[in-house]
């Protein structure tokens, strides 16, 4: 990757002369089935500009109480776009309730913000959406005058994960924003797709916001290298997510959530999880903390440094 990012041919993307993001832009609109895509700095900007480029002040955004945009996104689109989230309950397969998303959409009238978009997330804490649920959901929104979003920051882990292609996966939505910086492993970027006037919109916006860079097809570049070496592999961060979930199952005090991706999470029984998450950093394993226990599994992880991490956890639960 360090490779391909020195030998990229390189413009001014501001004036949308870079070879390497044009090209970058042009794959990944048709590897999701769109008409077009825009490079991003990051998902959040990505899913920011998505969502100021199909809301308007006053308008509002359906989406999970738990979702990125709405709850780890600085409140952007409030901020920025005076955009008002809806947000309803996620259920435990990260899908919203069609119920709930019904009863959420506001009549045309003047004391309603007016409901413009459904904003869902796949994959969701490392959960598939269930393709019939995302068929029916759309179909919901669309039926009842709404646009789409898929924030898709994990798209890829969901596309390994169920055997379908990107471009089905995101085939119901009109607007979706993938990451290169998570699974794929690129060191920064992320891309929004959609029609080409929308993606207009959205070049505008990301003007607005400080989203307008220079030679970036160096970071082009690296996402490219990503996406040509790094998606099929992500079967093996899956396989070690499995391995880690059911080491740390058999361990005392511990129960483990089955991950679908490589995403995994436990719950420490007696309170000790904060504890045990500071055992495993003395140890060189990082996790995270803020809902249970937190493991991302990633191609810097291999099967000794999951036996590593089960072991340290042992080390602590057993002590």
Not at 263 to 269: E, G, K, L, P, Y
Not at 298 to 315: K, N, S
Request: proline letters at 4%.
């Amino acid at each position: 990757m360090r490779e391909a990012i020195a030998a990229a041919q390189v413009g001014d993307d501001v004036f949308g002369d870079d070879p390497t993001v044009n090209a970058l832009q042009e794959r990944v609109a048709a590897l999701l089935g769109k008409e077009a895509a825009l490079f991003m700095a990051s998902g959040t900007q990505s899913n920011l500009c998505a969502l100021l480029a199909h809301c308007g002040r006053g308008d509002e955004y359906i989406v999970g109480q738990l979702a990125h945009t709405y709850r780890y996104e600085g409140g952007g689109a409030a901020v920025l776009g005076s955009i008002q989230p809806q947000p309803i309950p996620n259920q435990p397969d990260g899908t919203l309730k069609l119920e709930d998303i019904a009863a959420a959409i506001k009549p045309d009238d003047a004391h309603f913000a007016r409901t413009r978009l459904l904003a869902l997330e796949n994959t969701w804490n490392g959960n598939v959406l269930p393709a019939t649920y995302v068929a029916d959901a759309c179909e919901l929104a669309r039926s009842r005058g709404l646009a789409t979003h898929l924030d898709g920051a994990r798209l890829f882990n969901a596309v390994v994960a169920s055997g379908r292609t990107p471009a089905e996966l995101a085939r119901h939505f009109d607007s979706v924003s993938i990451c290169f910086s998570k699974g794929l492993g690129a060191p920064i970027g992320s891309m929004l797709v959609g029609s080409r006037e929308l993606i207009q919109r959205a070049h505008r916006v990301r003007k607005m916001v400080g989203g307008g860079l220079r030679q970036v097809g160096l970071l082009a570049a690296a996402a490219d290298h990503a996406l040509t070496h790094h998606v099929d592999r992500l079967a093996d961060d899956h396989a070690l997510a499995k391995r880690l979930a059911q080491g740390l199952a058999a361990l005392p005090g511990v129960t483990v959530t089955p991950p679908q991706t490589n995403i995994v999470f436990a719950q420490v029984s007696d309170g000790r999880g904060p504890a045990l998450l500071e055992h495993l950093k003395s140890r060189g394993v990082l996790a995270t903390g803020l809902i249970g226990l937190r493991f991302v599994t990633h191609l810097d992880v291999d099967a000794a440094g999951i036996d590593h991490a089960i072991a340290a956890a042992a080390e602590f639960l057993k002590a």
